[in-house]
Each structure stands twice: as structure tokens, then as C-alpha cells.
């Protein structure tokens, strides 16, 4: 594969254009969708992607780029001893009954071919992200080692003239640097510990300065593994056709046999004989949908994920009969509040990070700031469904917090909060905490309290309350060189800082009810024939859980070789 074009290639570029077609298999969605199609074609299927946007890689593209897919060839060559079963003791425990068992098993039992497929036809190549825990290591067969794997920098040049479909990511560094998720770790430590931060930092922008001298764009994260799943969908030359959408199935008694979708107000009806994969994303940007199954008080524009995941393949496969399931959940994200009408900031360590805690409106703290985003938010919604919302929530911190991490996923060490924030009202200042709980509006004497029994619990090391510290996934992204617990220091010397968070979500994961087969179902279980659902399309495969970094992509990448699978196998 030879097709290197400019970096600055970055033109939008027209689709393909849709015409009435036959294929075996449709995709809807290029996000982890693109997974089923190069299943399905390696499976000698004739395969069509629809992708609704000018761009290829949805949220996934967005995407960290993390892959959660237990004992997989990569965490075996890496010496993960990960087994199958231990893994299936872990989702059994950590899904507790919230999904059908058979859709965790199917997930794990497909794992390994997942990988093993991807390796053979896409360019990528994986390595596992070693430390990074499962959410809940310490539920039985729970690791602290972590099962989440990623791509390795990856060359995204050989997309070539389609180089420009490549959705663009969320957290760009200020310089070409391919920053992995394992490397961020120790880049964000790099003010405390130089050894481990610096050389990634000199590497990786070595690679991606270098990179560009050499006409070679280094990606990490999941602009690398949307542009890996994009060059494989190349190289076997499967088309996607962007800006094109799913409208409505077309059925057949009750079996789905294609799809009506449309390209620039123009309807074209793609058959699809063996089937059609709804990989349209979550719906995330359909208001109405989010107010009604989640909590009216979420607001536009909050939600990371990709601008075209809107519910359609939700709401399309409900008009053939699907049901839904899990429509309350989402892939919750605490984040740094956003300037008026911008997007809400990343957050990624910034909880974790000794010298810091969390208060809501009544200036309390409410939770295990470490906990993971997903469990986070669920407990911020709970508190709203018994009568008692967090109205508003503030991450507070020091100056030595300030001057030793990343914060907000773009400030560096040191770096002033920028000027704007304060005139916003999301960030205040103060030498003294009563009249940083004044200027943020906070009840002084509570916060007040707040601040002396953190003081006192940060510097016992044991968080008591809400056992902030307690597991190896909040240590994972806490500072290892504050003893005896990472995740807690007192906040000793001012100035300090109150900073306004908001909920915001990676994506929403309730959706279409699916079987183990990623086949579509109806309320009184029976399968909506020639219909697949995957990734946030579907209900989450693990209930209302997050099992570990990547569980998301992970799932979405599974039952999409899964589906293809299936469709390959259908008697038509
Ligand atoms: C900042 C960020 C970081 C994240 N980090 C991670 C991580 O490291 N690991 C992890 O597992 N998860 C992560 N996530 C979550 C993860 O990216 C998503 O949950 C996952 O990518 C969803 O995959 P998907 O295929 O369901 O949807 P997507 O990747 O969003 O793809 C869906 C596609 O369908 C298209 N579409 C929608 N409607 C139609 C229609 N009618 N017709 C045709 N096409 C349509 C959309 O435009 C979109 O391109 C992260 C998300 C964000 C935003």
C-alpha cells in the first residue's frame, strides 16, 4: 500500500455517489461499524458502509482508542496470563445480572478472533496498556494489571487521498505527537517524575516531528484506530459511502432485506441479502430521547461523542419491531464545564490526582472522586432520581496541584487558568478557602468544613467516607510519588482554585435489545431476521457496567465480527 499524500491534504471530500445497489451485507455507521465490514469481507461477503457524516471514524475516531477485549492474542504474547475464565468470573461479577449472561459470553468467547481478524486485515498493530486496572479490580476474577489494549502510533499517510475522511480527534497535542493512552499516564507525571515522562515526551515527538519529515502522519489513540479500521476498509476496497443515511428498512414479511438511505436529499434503496448491521452510534445529540429516558436537566452540546449519533438506527429499528433496553445509561464523563456555548474539557487524571477533591452545591464532598467516569455519573443521577441533585460540582485544588499536572487535558504544569474561565464564572481564586467558596457561591461554613476533614483525611492517607485511594484503578492515574495513597494530599498552601465541572458522556449505551448473536430482538424475544445491532446501536452487552478502559470500543469491535459472522452463516 503506497498511497502517501500531504499532511496538509485536509479538504473536505465529496462522496461516493449512492445508487440502488445488491450487496450481502450493509453497515450502517463507520464507526466500530467498519470492524463488521471487514469481517464480512474477509468472509468473502459483498459489503456496503453507510455513514451519514463527511467523515469516517465516529466517535470512535474521537475515541481514546482504548480496546477492552480479555484474554486476546495481544495480552497473551504480552504475558498478561489472562485467562478466559477468569475473565468470565469478572464480567459475571461486575455485570451482576443487569445484562443477559449470554452476552458477556458471547463477547469473550469471540474476543481473541476479534483481534486475530483485525491483525490480518488491517495495517494496526496493538500493545497492551500494562497497569491500566479494570474498573472494579477487586470484584472476583478482576485484574489490576488491566486487560485494555491499543494501537501502536500508526501512520495515518496511507489513507492517502481519503486521508481527509478521517474524522478529526477531541485532544490534540499543541505539536505532532502520536500520545498513546499509556503514555499520557506518565506525560501528565512528567513535572514529578521526569524519568518516566520525559523520554515518552522525546519520543513521541520525535515520531511525530520526525514523522512529518518523512511525509508520515503518527496518530495514537482512536485516530489511530479509526484510521486502521478505515486503511483495512481500503485495502479490501470496501466502499463507504458518507453523507448518506439510513432512512428506513426495507422488510419482507418479517424480515428485514434492506435499507432506503439517502445521499443529498436523493433516495436510493441498497438490498442487502444477508443482512443489514446498525453500528449508527448512541443518541447522544437527540435531546428529546435523552430528556426522556435520562434526566431532563442534560443539556445540548455536553456529549463528547460524534455530532451525527442521533438515535437513528434506535428509533429506525424500533419501526421494525426492535425493542430497547438500558435507555437510561450512558457512557457518563464528569468534565471540565465549557465556556458559554463551547464544549465541556476532557478530563482524564485530573480526579484522581492527589491535592484535589470534588464538592457540590452544599459545598460537600458527594463521592470517590477516583471512581471511574461511568459509576461517577451514575451516582450523580441516583442523587437526582431520589430528590437530591448535585445543582451544580466544583473540582478544588492548590497551587502544587496546579503546578505538577495536566489539567483539563490541555494546561500544562504551571500554566495560569485561562483568564477567560474566570470571567465565565468557572473558575475561581483565592488565598483563603472561605472566600474561594464565597466567589464560587458555595456555602462558606460547610465548604469550609469540607476542606479541614479532607485536609485531615488526605494526610491519614485513608478516605474513610468514600474510600477515595482504596482500589488499583484509582491508583492508576494518581501521583506515585505522594505516600501512603496516591490519590490524597491536603491542600496546604494557597492559592487555591475552584473549577466548575459538568456530566458530560463519552456516548449513550442503551439501545436496541440484541442476542448473543447480535441479532436484533422484539419485546416477546423472537429475532427481527436480517437485522444486527453493535456498539452503542445496542444495549450495553455488560447492563449498566463498565468493566474496564476500552469495554466500549471493545464490545462494538466484537459484535461487529460477530454479526458478520452470523449473516455469513444465515441460510438465505
Ligand atoms: C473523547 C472520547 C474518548 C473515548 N475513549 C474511549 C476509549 O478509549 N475506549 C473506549 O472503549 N471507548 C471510548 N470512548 C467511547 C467510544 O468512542 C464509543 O462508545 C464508541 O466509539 C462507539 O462506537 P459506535 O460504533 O457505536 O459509534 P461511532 O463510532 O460513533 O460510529 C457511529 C457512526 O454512525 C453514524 N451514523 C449515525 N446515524 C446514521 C445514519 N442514520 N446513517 C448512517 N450513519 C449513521 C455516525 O455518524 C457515526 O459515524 C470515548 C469517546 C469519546 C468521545
Not at 97 to 121: I, K
Not at 201 to 215: E, P, S, W, Y
Not at 398 to 423: E, H, M, T
Not at 454 to 475: H, I, K
Request: aromatic letters at 8%; a negative charge.
Amino acid at each position: 500500500m503506497n498511497r502517501r499524500v500531504p499532511v496538509s491534504n485536509t479538504r473536505a471530500l465529496a462522496p461516493t455517489p449512492a445508487r440502488d445497489i445488491t450487496v450481502d451485507l450493509l453497515v450502517v455507521g463507520a464507526g466500530t461499524g467498519l470492524a463488521a465490514a471487514l469481517a464480512a469481507d474477509e468472509l468473502g461477503l459483498s459489503t456496503l458502509v453507510v455513514e451519514k457524516t463527511q467523515y469516517v471514524g465516529g466517535s470512535t475516531a474521537r475515541s481514546g482508542g482504548a480496546f477492552w477485549i480479555p484474554a486476546n492474542p495481544v495480552l497473551q504474547e504480552s504475558g498478561a496470563a489472562d485467562t478466559l475464565e477468569r475473565a468470565r468470573t469478572y464480567v459475571s461479577s461486575v455485570v451482576d445480572g443487569s445484562a443477559p449472561a449470554e452476552r458477556g459470553s458471547a463477547f469473550l468467547d469471540h474476543g481473541a478472533a476479534t483481534v486475530e481478524m483485525l491483525r490480518r486485515t488491517t495495517p494496526m498493530r496493538f500493545f497492551w496498556a500494562e497497569e491500566y486496572s479494570d474498573y472494579h479490580p477487586e470484584l472476583p476474577g478482576g485484574s489490576a494489571r488491566g486487560r485494555t489494549c491499543e494501537c501502536l502510533p500508526f501512520d495515518a499517510s496511507v489513507l492517502g487521498a481519503e486521508r481527509p475522511r478521517l474524522r478529526p480527534g477531541v485532544m490534540e497535542a499543541p505539536v505532532p505527537m502520536p500520545t498513546t493512552g499509556a503514555d499520557y499516564k506518565w506525560m501528565n507525571l512528567v513535572a514529578r517524575v521526569p524519568a518516566k515522562g520525559v523520554p515518552r515526551i522525546l519520543k513521541r515527538v520525535a515520531q511525530g516531528i520526525g514523522g512529518l519529515a518523512l511525509k508520515r502522519e503518527y496518530m495514537a489513540g482512536g485516530q489511530a484506530l479509526a484510521a486502521g479500521l478505515f486503511a483495512g476498509v481500503l485495502d479490501a476496497k470496501i466502499p463507504v459511502w458518507t453523507e448518506t443515511s439510513l432512512v428506513e428498512l426495507v422488510t419482507d414479511g418479517d424480515a428485514v432485506t434492506g435499507a432506503v438511505v439517502v445521499q443529498n436529499g436523493r433516495e436510493v434503496t441498497v438490498t442487502a441479502r444477508r443482512g443489514v448491521v446498525l453500528a449508527a452510534g448512541g443518541f447522544d445529540h437527540d435531546m428529546d430521547m435523552r430528556h426522556k429516558f435520562q434526566s431532563e436537566n442534560l443539556a445540548e452540546h455536553e456529549s463528547f461523542g460524534a455530532e451525527g449519533n442521533t438515535g437513528d438506527g434506535i428509533r429506525i429499528a424500533q419501526q421494525v419491531g426492535a425493542d430497547i433496553d438500558l435507555m437510561d445509561q450512558a457512557w457518563w464523563f464528569p468534565a471540565v464545564a465549557g465556556l458559554p456555548g463551547r464544549d465541556p474539557l476532557v478530563m482524564l487524571a485530573e480526579r484522581s490526582l492527589p491535592g484535589s477533591f470534588i464538592v457540590d452545591h452544599t459545598g460537600r464532598r458527594f463521592v470517590n472522586e477516583s471512581t471511574d467516569y461511568m459509576s461517577f455519573g451514575q451516582r450523580i443521577l441516583e442523587r437526582e432520581r431520589a430528590g437530591d441533585p448535585v445543582e451544580s460540582m466544583w473540582i478544588v485544588f492548590d497551587q502544587a496541584y496546579r503546578n505538577s499536572y495536566i489539567f483539563a487535558a490541555g494546561l500544562f504544569p504551571r500554566q495560569p487558568l485561562p483568564q477567560s474561565w474566570y470571567d465565565a464564572g468557572i473558575a475561581h481564586q483565592s488565598s483563603d478557602p472561605v472566600a474561594l467558596a464565597r466567589s464560587a457561591g458555595l456555602p462558606e461554613d460547610a465548604f469550609a468544613e469540607t476542606f479541614r476533614r479532607f485536609n485531615e483525611t488526605a494526610a491519614a492517607g485513608v478516605d474513610s467516607e468514600f474510600g477515595r485511594g482504596a482500589s488499583a484503578y484509582d491508583r492508576y492515574y494518581g501521583d506515585p510519588t505522594i505516600t501512603p495513597n496516591p490519590n490524597l494530599r491536603p491542600l496546604a498552601k494557597g492559592p487555591f482554585y475552584a473549577v466548575k465541572m459538568t456530566l458530560s458522556d463519552l456516548g449513550t449505551c442503551g439501545g436496541v435489545r440484541a442476542d448473543d448473536r447480535a441479532r436484533v430482538l422484539r419485546e416477546d424475544g423472537s429475532t427481527v431476521t436480517g437485522l444486527y445491532a453493535i456498539g452503542n446501536t445496542a444495549a450495553n452487552a455488560f447492563g449498566n457496567t463498565y468493566p474496564g478502559a476500552g469495554a466500549t470500543i471493545g464490545q462494538g469491535l466484537v459484535y461487529g465480527y460477530i454479526a458478520a459472522h452470523d449473516a455469513a452463516e444465515r441460510t438465505v
